[in-house]
């Protein structure tokens, strides 16, 4: 397997027979489970944050995301101020201004579509978990051991999305991939997205391709009651429900794309190997330090491209501007269908982390591909390029 180093990704090939009753437990399963919300995003929808205010000292904004949480101490809102004006999500509106709440004044944007500002929270009860939102992008990262209680979690993964490929017909299950991407194109994503939540199962139904079975992407996560040890797993899964109304089998790819190994817009204060030195970029930096004897961790800072080797791997921190990550690499198993970013150590931020994948087709095939370029992935399933390297 060839050595690379920020995305990981997960694919599988399978033909998928005209649909009949009863014929997938699971997809049946997921498709009963009943949902009290809906919004639907489209791809022409456009955002900003805007400063609520709290409207007196009885009312608290603990509620609201700020961008990260750097502290171990801190509210999830920004350093533990209930009482400031904090960022939160509007809709553009191209009308006049809208009053949302009648109490706390008139913000220029309306609510968006449910699934955009929060969504159902996918990982295991008091294990980490993250957020599958509306426009198909995946936040609030803590499954990977950060949390409130340790390192600060990460907002999201530049480049992180699912795709799909049905009969030739390819897509980012986006709504906006030129924003959520570093190199793909607005037309590379869907037209719409409708959201649906109810925990633990998050439903994603984009906007159907003309003349293909109709799709649904689930997240959702172990919750069984009475049994701790199941509903504590600190995992979700994601499973594309492909419903094949027509008379002949179709052709689906379900791609999964994961860049876990760098940490954007984060950093590490830890001890230092060495001075910092001129490097390429942040994938340059990992390796360097996957290179390097006794580098546990690495801080690439963007504004004059410079590379910190460290000893140790400490909690990471919020910081614009810096890019940083443990050592570690990627390995394979055929047998079980998994890639695994191997970080070794017994530090709170390292451990191992797995995709596997799995399908009711008895003739899916299972593909995965390491890159430096996120975006080779994506053209590479749509080049029908897929292969194991």
Not at 2 to 26: F, H, K, M, N, Y
């Given at each position: 397997?060839?050595?690379?180093?920020?995305?990981?990704?997960?694919t599988l090939v399978a033909s998928v027979s005209p649909v009949r009753a009863g014929s997938s437990p699971l997809a049946t399963a997921l498709n009963s489970v009943p949902f009290l919300n809906?919004?639907?995003?489209?791809?022409?929808?456009?955002?900003?944050?805007?400063?609520?205010?709290?409207?007196?000292?009885?009312?608290?904004?603990?509620?609201?995301?700020?961008?990260?949480?750097?502290?171990?101490?801190?509210?999830?809102?920004?350093?533990?101020?209930?009482?400031?004006?904090h960022p939160y999500l509007f809709k553009d509106n191209a009308g006049p201004p809208v009053n949302n709440t009648g109490k706390a004044g008139v913000y220029k944007?309306?609510?968006?579509?449910?699934?955009?500002?929060?969504?159902?929270?996918?990982?295991?009860?008091?294990?980490?978990?993250?957020?599958?939102?509306?426009?198909g992008t995946l936040h609030e990262w803590i499954i990977h051991n950060a949390g409130p209680g340790g390192a600060a979690k990460i907002q999201s993964y530049q480049d992180a999305f699912f795709a799909m490929s049905i009969n030739g017909d390819k897509k980012a299950l986006l709504t906006h991939p030129h924003i959520a991407t570093t190199?793909?194109?607005?037309?590379?994503?869907?037209?719409?997205?409708?959201?649906?939540?109810?925990?633990?199962?998050?439903?994603?139904?984009?906007?159907?391709?003309?003349?293909?079975?109709?799709?649904?992407?689930?997240?959702?996560?172990?919750?069984?009651?009475?049994?701790?040890?199941t509903t504590s797993r600190p995992a979700a899964s994601f499973t594309l429900v492909v419903n094949n109304t027509q008379s002949v089998s179709a052709d689906v790819e379900y791609?999964?794309?994961?860049p876990l190994k760098i940490e954007s817009d984060q950093t590490r204060q830890g001890t230092p190997m060495t001075p910092p030195a001129p490097t390429s970029n942040s994938a340059a930096c990992a390796k360097k330090c996957f290179s390097t004897g006794g580098c546990q961790s690495w801080v690439f800072t963007n504004d004059g491209g410079m590379c910190q080797l460290q000893t140790d791997a400490p909690l990471n921190k919020y910081n614009a501007g810096t890019s940083t990550g443990v050592v570690s690499e990627f390995t394979v198993n055929n047998s079980t269908q998994c890639l695994t970013l191997v970080r070794p150590g017994k530090g709170p931020m390292q451990g191992d982390i797995s995709a596997c994948v799995s399908s009711d087709a008895t003739n899916a095939v299972f593909t995965y591909e390491t890159h430096d370029d996120p975006s080779a992935s994506f053209n590479n399933l749509k080049n029908n390029n897929n292969n194991n390297n």
């Amino acid at each position: 397997m060839a050595s690379t180093w920020i995305v990981l990704l997960v694919t599988l090939v399978a033909s998928v027979s005209p649909v009949r009753a009863g014929s997938s437990p699971l997809a049946t399963a997921l498709n009963s489970v009943p949902f009290l919300n809906k919004g639907t995003t489209q791809s022409s929808d456009s955002f900003h944050y805007e400063l609520i205010t709290p409207v007196g000292p009885g009312q608290k904004l603990i509620y609201l995301e700020a961008e990260n949480v750097s502290c171990v101490h801190c509210v999830w809102s920004d350093g533990g101020k209930y009482y400031v004006a904090h960022p939160y999500l509007f809709k553009d509106n191209a009308g006049p201004p809208v009053n949302n709440t009648g109490k706390a004044g008139v913000y220029k944007g309306t609510t968006p579509a449910s699934g955009m500002r929060s969504a159902v929270p996918l990982g295991g009860i008091g294990a980490g978990s993250m957020e599958l939102r509306g426009d198909g992008t995946l936040h609030e990262w803590i499954i990977h051991n950060a949390g409130p209680g340790g390192a600060a979690k990460i907002q999201s993964y530049q480049d992180a999305f699912f795709a799909m490929s049905i009969n030739g017909d390819k897509k980012a299950l986006l709504t906006h991939p030129h924003i959520a991407t570093t190199n793909l194109s607005s037309n590379d994503g869907v037209d719409f997205m409708t959201y649906q939540g109810s925990f633990p199962v998050s439903k994603l139904t984009p906007a159907p391709m003309q003349g293909q079975p109709e799709i649904s992407l689930f997240g959702y996560s172990a919750f069984k009651i009475n049994d701790r040890e199941t509903t504590s797993r600190p995992a979700a899964s994601f499973t594309l429900v492909v419903n094949n109304t027509q008379s002949v089998s179709a052709d689906v790819e379900y791609m999964f794309q994961i860049p876990l190994k760098i940490e954007s817009d984060q950093t590490r204060q830890g001890t230092p190997m060495t001075p910092p030195a001129p490097t390429s970029n942040s994938a340059a930096c990992a390796k360097k330090c996957f290179s390097t004897g006794g580098c546990q961790s690495w801080v690439f800072t963007n504004d004059g491209g410079m590379c910190q080797l460290q000893t140790d791997a400490p909690l990471n921190k919020y910081n614009a501007g810096t890019s940083t990550g443990v050592v570690s690499e990627f390995t394979v198993n055929n047998s079980t269908q998994c890639l695994t970013l191997v970080r070794p150590g017994k530090g709170p931020m390292q451990g191992d982390i797995s995709a596997c994948v799995s399908s009711d087709a008895t003739n899916a095939v299972f593909t995965y591909e390491t890159h430096d370029d996120p975006s080779a992935s994506f053209n590479n399933l749509k080049n029908n390029n897929n292969n194991n390297n």
